[in-house]
């Protein structure tokens, strides 16, 4: 009976915080009062407040997670919406991908390589670019520790979400279509996530290339890694 009350809290403590902060943003347009940032910090802060543990509020917490298996399938109706769009700039829109696919997984690995990572830790951080599921897979695959390559696209996916922004207007960028590549590219769910703010397009393009930035890597990563560490 507790567990459930806990789990119904723990809902309506997430719920509250999301709308909260959407709110703020909403009135501010400052990026770092996306929800993204401050609804985790304020449910982190909630849930030490009123002593609940992660196991307790994950009772509830779960079944909004489930909701996002049809929040995921909707991003085809936009899809199809622009399906002109993206007919007409597919060439582009792969190349740009896998370009940018590439760089993070190299820049990545080549920096654990300069650091003196060792293999291990590298593995880990160098699938940092592309969505949880996928990364912690490759991450697996490749030798590295699942659980810490997950903290990693967790930081990058909220780096993204802060520097994205203020990249497309140090670069000027006016194209939706270049908004939604680089930050779906460079910043997976997170960068899908800012580029829905900015438009419609611009969401589509990032989720896009959210997907192709996971293939891109499930098929990189097994041929590039073994020889980055020869280097």
Not at 158 to 173: A, E, K, N, S, T
Not at 185 to 201: E, R
Not at 207 to 213: E, N, R
Request: aromatic letters at 10%; proline letters at 6%; a positive charge.
């Amino acid at each position: 009976m507790m567990t459930s009350f806990i789990g119904i809290i723990s809902i309506l403590l997430t719920i509250i915080f999301y709308y909260c902060s959407k709110a703020l943003y909403g009135r501010f347009r400052f990026v770092l009062f996306s929800p993204l940032l401050v609804a985790p910090a304020a449910l982190i802060i909630g849930l030490l407040t009123f002593h609940i543990s992660y196991s307790s509020y994950i009772t509830g917490g779960k079944w909004l997670t489930v909701l996002l298996q049809p929040a995921i399938v909707a991003f085809a109706l936009p899809l199809y919406k622009h399906y002109e769009t993206l007919k007409k700039h597919f060439p582009e829109i792969v190349l740009s991908v896998l370009a940018g696919t590439f760089s993070a997984f190299l820049s990545s690995a080549l920096l654990g390589l300069l650091a003196n990572f060792q293999p291990q830790i590298i593995a880990s951080l160098a699938p940092r670019s592309v969505t949880t599921p996928i990364a912690i897979d490759v991450s697996n695959n490749l030798g590295g520790v699942p659980s810490l390559t997950a903290v990693f696209v967790i930081l990058t996916g909220l780096m993204g979400l802060v520097i994205g922004p203020l990249l497309i207007r140090f670069l000027h960028l006016h194209s939706p279509i270049a908004k939604g590549i680089l930050l779906g590219t460079g910043a997976h769910g997170c960068g899908t996530s800012a580029a829905l703010t900015l438009g419609s397009l611009e969401g589509t393009i990032a989720s896009l290339a959210m997907i192709f930035a996971g293939l891109a890597t499930i098929i990189l990563a097994p041929v590039v890694f073994p020889l980055l560490l020869k280097l």
